[in-house]
């Protein structure tokens, strides 16, 4: 199993991004999925969470700016970026808190490859 993120690149201040994971293959559930970023050199922090029930969490800096979405069938989730700032410049990283597989296996926090974006000022 894998998270798919796509998505990110470079735009200017005030702009937008939408940001997108998937999950290689079918699965029964995902209970917490989310968003996290990492800039150079600092540590990683969490961007946005969603429940497999739309229960979200944002981080104080995106709220208001950033919305995260998912869907349970197929499991996606995605991270709607608006009113950018160069701030907003880092890694972000897919993740999922458990899985439980297709054949009931459970699996336990999954990351994706990470996808870059880029505010300039």
């Known amino acids: 199993v894998q998270l798919q993120a796509s998505g990110g690149g470079s735009v200017q201040a005030g702009g937008s991004l939408r940001l997108s994971c998937g999950v290689s293959?079918?699965?029964?559930?995902?209970?917490?999925m989310g968003w996290y970023r990492q800039a150079p050199g600092k540590e990683r922090e969490l961007v946005a969470t969603?429940?497999?029930?739309?229960?979200?969490n944002y981080a104080d800096s995106v709220k208001g700016r950033f919305t995260i979405s998912r869907t349970n069938n197929p499991v996606t989730v995605s991270l709607e970026m608006n009113s950018l700032e160069p701030e907003d410049s880092a890694v972000y990283y897919c993740?999922?808190?458990?899985?439980?597989?297709?054949?009931?296996?459970?699996?336990?926090?999954?990351w994706g490859q990470g996808t870059q974006v880029t505010v300039s000022s």
């Open positions: 969603c429940t497999s029930s739309g229960t979200t």
């Open positions: 293959e079918d699965v029964f559930s995902i209970n917490l």
């Open positions: 993740h999922a808190d458990f899985i439980t597989t297709a054949d009931m296996r459970l699996l336990k926090d999954y």
